[in-house]
Antibody, heavy 122, light 110 residues
């Protein structure tokens, strides 16, 4: 059974940094791209970042490019999102999701999602 | 700012058919697959349709997806009370080199 468990969320001041994590079980982690999606309170879903299965290629939305860094440790079955220069508009629940393929690009569906971790910038 | 536009709401009575539209552009829906996700309030999103019209195992055939040009649609037939949820379309944006989600549609079962 696929399980994704996010952690590391919390309250941070504007301009601050935070690293959130997502621990995965139930599948061959290195064979799949992973994605972060966020949802501000009462708002819709926003794609944030993705990383290829091997970690060699990363993708970012314009709203976080240059401030956030996605990475993964395939030996620990964990994907990370390092967030710097945080702003009030980054306040959201951050979901980790598993892609259904290795590449992390246009042909990928997000077939399993974690429960999310709340990040509050205030 | 989402580049995929959906109606904010849709509704129907049990057993009815509801259709949700998703309008994009040549760089999104016009040249890439469309995906649909369902989010029951307070829960995590769930994949409903992938690659325009494919259903993951476990998703009933009451849900169907289609795409034409720069627009896509999700149809829910035989509406049930547990279909009461938010629905989001998504597609890759070639100009952004990333995915974009639609604005979301709240489906209410009356």
């Amino acid at each position: 059974e696929v399980q994704l468990l996010e952690s590391g969320g919390g309250l941070v001041q504007p301009g601050g940094s935070l690293r959130i994590s997502c621990a995965a079980t139930g599948f061959t982690f290195s064979s799949y791209a992973m994605t972060w999606v966020r949802q501000a309170p009462g708002k819709g879903l926003e794609w944030v970042s993705a990383i290829r299965g091997g970690g060699s290629k990363t993708f970012y939305s314009d709203s976080v490019k240059g401030r956030f860094t996605i990475s993964r440790d395939n030996s620990k079955n964990t994907v990370y999102l390092q967030m710097k220069g945080l702003r009030a508009e980054d306040t959201a629940v951050y979901f980790c999701a598993k892609n259904d393929d290795f590449w992390g690009s246009q042909d990928d569906a997000l077939d399993f999602w974690g429960q999310g971790t709340m990040v509050t910038v205030s | 700012q989402s580049v995929l536009t959906q109606p904010p709401s849709a509704s129907g009575t049990p057993g009815q058919r509801v259709t949700i539209s998703c309008s994009g552009s040549s760089s999104t829906i016009g040249s890439n697959y469309v995906y649909w996700y369902q989010q029951v309030p307070g829960t995590t999103p769930k994949l409903l349709i992938y690659r325009n019209k494919q259903r993951p195992s476990g998703v009933p055939d009451r849900f169907s997806g289609s795409k034409s040009g720069t627009s896509a649609s999700l149809a829910i037939s035989g509406l049930r009370s547990d279909d009461d949820a938010d629905y989001y379309c998504a597609a890759w944006d070639d100009s952004l080199s990333g995915f974009v989600f639609g604005t979301g549609t709240k489906v209410t079962v009356l």
